[in-house]
């Protein structure tokens, strides 16, 4: 399993940088949803769950993460630490998120609004839906 990832261009000038997100355009669905966290305490793990439909694309937008992928054959952990990079997670892949440094925010931007029922939040469900063994 390789990342997803989506480098998203820089306007950098003297001042600084700023990237701009754009839904069907640079962002490859319709954003019905965006969500972000900070102050993430030390030593937490965030995630432990799979989606069944959904999209998403996250950016560590300040500080820095690690976010681990899981299809259920392969586990890969990727360090999230640059603004400008967008991370896509489909559906079907379990997701761990940690190693937060003080101040990190993480940005999501979700193809559906908020539904709980399209959590996979128990690893042997999530097993059984890509049918693999346990
Ligand atoms: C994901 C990873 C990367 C809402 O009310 N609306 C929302 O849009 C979201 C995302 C969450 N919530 C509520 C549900 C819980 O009571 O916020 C609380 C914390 O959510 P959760 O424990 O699911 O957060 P994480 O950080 O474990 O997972 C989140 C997303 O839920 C998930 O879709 O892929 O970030």
């Given amino acids: 399993m390789k990342p997803v990832y989506i480098d998203f261009q820089e306007h950098g000038d003297w001042r600084g940088q700023l990237v701009a997100l754009e839904e069907n355009k640079n962002i490859p669905f319709a954003v019905k949803r965006v969500y972000f966290m900070y102050d993430t305490k030390e030593g937490v ?3 432990k769950h799979a989606h069944r439909q959904l999209q998403q694309i996250l950016f560590c937008v300040a500080g820095a993460c690690t976010i681990s992928l899981d299809d259920g054959k392969e ?3 990727v360090r999230l630490e640059q603004p ?3 991370l ?3 559906p079907g892949i379990w997701r761990e998120m940690y ?3 003080p101040g990190a925010v993480l940005m999501v931007l979700a193809s559906e609004y908020y539904d709980e ?3 996979i939040r128990d690893y042997d469900v999530f097993l059984d ?3 693999e063994e346990k």
Wanted: positive net charge.
């Fill in 117 to 119: 029922s399209d959590y």
């Fill in 84 to 86: 400008y990079r967008g």
């Fill in 99 to 101: 190693d937060f440094t």
């Fill in 88 to 90: 896509l997670i489909g």
């Fill in 75 to 77: 586990k890969i952990a």
């Fill in 45 to 47: 793990v965030r995630g």
């Fill in 129 to 131: 839906s890509i049918g």
